[in-house]
């Protein structure tokens, strides 16, 4: 469960609490909020690692000047007191230079950094959802992806991108019964996201990585 703390901050006055706090401990700034993330689970952490290994193959193999980062990077949304840590973070790594936070704060702001967001989501879906979806938007991040599991209702033979770990997105997003769902979201040329779902044995469909060749079943199976 997402705890937040009562004062309100700025994002600089975020930068120096979390100077204070133990590396083991993420916090996320929301909307001037200083929220503590729920500590993962090991299967959570085994879908992250394999997800950032798949895409580091792929980046060397395109021979992309990009990296992936997963969960030590802050995207900040420009003009907002808010700050992410998203589960994997795809790097530009020839627009860092343009980032006025990138060398003392570790933090991006500019679309043109960031090609790629994963969230693999857990109890903070409705952040994932929404409010991530949102500033992520109105960034000009080109692709979102969210990865959300139904590992406890069980899935035969076992990306958002957006992954809801534990099931617990609206019928709405992900279908009645749940099902485990990536769903990618991409910008339109109209600055909107569109959004394409993915479940069991469809392939996967990346605006940046056009041949990744993934099935969802392929994603959550590394979870057993």
Sequence with gaps: MLQSLKKVFTFDEFLEFLETQPENIRYELHDRNIVKMPQPLGTHEQIIMFLARMLLLKTVELKLLYDISSKNVLVKPENKQSGY?????????????????????????????????????????????????????????????????????????????????????????????????????????????RGKQFRGEDCIESPTFLDLNLTVEQIFSVRY
């Design 85 to 193: 840590y998203p589960d994997i973070l795809l790097l530009n790594l020839p627009n860092l230079k343009n980032e006025p936070l990138w060398e003392k704060e570790s933090t991006v702001s500019k679309p043109d950094s960031i090609p790629l967001v994963i969230e693999v989501v857990s109890t903070n879906w409705r952040d994932d959802y929404h409010k991530k979806l949102a500033d992520y938007e109105e960034m000009g991040i080109q692709e979102y992806w969210i990865v959300e599991d139904t590992a406890l209702d069980g899935f035969p033979g076992l990306k958002q991108v957006s992954v809801d770990y534990a099931a617990l997105g609206s019928k709405e997003l992900i279908g009645d019964p749940k099902q485990p769902t990536i769903t990618i979201y991409f910008l339109s040329d109209e600055g909107e996201y």
